[in-house]
């Protein structure tokens, strides 16, 4: 039999995917050849009640953590909604795949109806829940504007999903204009993600993620992960969920 090739010793505070050529060239193979789709994948959850610290699910069980440092591998913005659950459902937060979804905030997929089963594409802009006074639970639009991003922890050779809501879209924005004016992409450079506590107008608290410049890469990581990023980009532009 073929001698198997082992796993890359991953440093004290190393990223697989900087450091191990099998582990950031096989990403997308894993993820598309056994079917897993984003909601699949392990999450990291923004608290609710404007919560600062993560929760993050281990081998070892649930530790907190007041800030992350990952490699962003892959971001999308667009629009997700769950018609028919109730608007405090805890599916809502991406725990089961949304009826409709844009991958883009122009086209939506699936269905946008609460009476017709009927599964197809449609304009977001002209979608009745994405128009301002639609929301079921308040002020606002019902179909949920945000990103999804999978990020990579220290010695993880998968990503986990995090799902942004609008709140947070402005800090995400802003991060990516420093990067950029700098010449760089979220990919290239090490991250660390931080929870701050916001309110809105009416006194409730909320959390927003918060994103900090650590380093960025040497030729060598960047190089491997580059490959990571074409590969869950494409990833990403073929899930539905």
């Known amino acids: 039999m073929p001698k198997q090739k082992s796993l890359a010793v991953i440093p004290e505070g190393g990223f697989a995917i900087t450091v191990d050529e099998q582990a950031a060239t096989s990403v997308g193979e894993v993820l598309t050849s056994?079917?897993?789709?984003?909601?699949?994948l392990g999450k990291l959850t923004v608290p609710p009640g404007g919560g600062t610290s993560w929760e993050i699910?281990?081998?070892?069980?649930?530790?907190?953590?007041?800030?992350?440092?990952?490699?962003?591998?892959a971001v999308r913005s667009g629009r997700r909604q769950w018609w028919r659950l109730d608007m405090n459902d805890p599916d809502r937060d991406g725990n089961s795949p949304p009826e409709c979804q844009s991958m883009d905030g122009i086209t939506g997929q699936g269905v946008n109806s609460m009476t017709d089963?009927?599964?197809?594409?449609?304009?977001c802009q002209e979608c009745q829940w994405s128009q301002w006074g639609s929301a079921r639970n308040g002020s606002g639009s019902d179909c949920r504007q945000g990103a999804l991003l999978l990020v990579f922890r220290e010695a993880s050779r998968l990503p986990?999903?995090?799902?942004?809501?609008v709140t947070s879209l402005n800090n995400l924005r802003k991060y990516a204009v420093k990067l950029a004016g700098e010449g760089l992409q979220a990919h290239q450079v090490i991250t660390?993600?931080?929870?701050?506590?916001?309110?809105?107008k009416t006194g409730i608290k909320y959390s927003r993620v918060t994103f900090q410049y650590v380093r960025a890469m040497d030729p060598d990581e960047r190089a491997l992960v580059e490959r990571t990023h074409a590969d869950l980009d494409e990833y990403l532009t073929n899930s539905r969920s």
């Open 192 to 200: 660390q993600l931080g929870l701050e506590q916001a309110a809105s």
């Open 34 to 40: 056994n079917g897993i789709r984003p909601f699949d």
């Open 117 to 123: 089963d009927t599964v197809g594409e449609h304009s």
């Open 57 to 73: 699910d281990t081998l070892e069980g649930s530790v907190s953590e007041k800030t992350i440092d990952v490699v962003i591998g």
């Open 160 to 165: 986990d999903v995090l799902n942004l809501s």
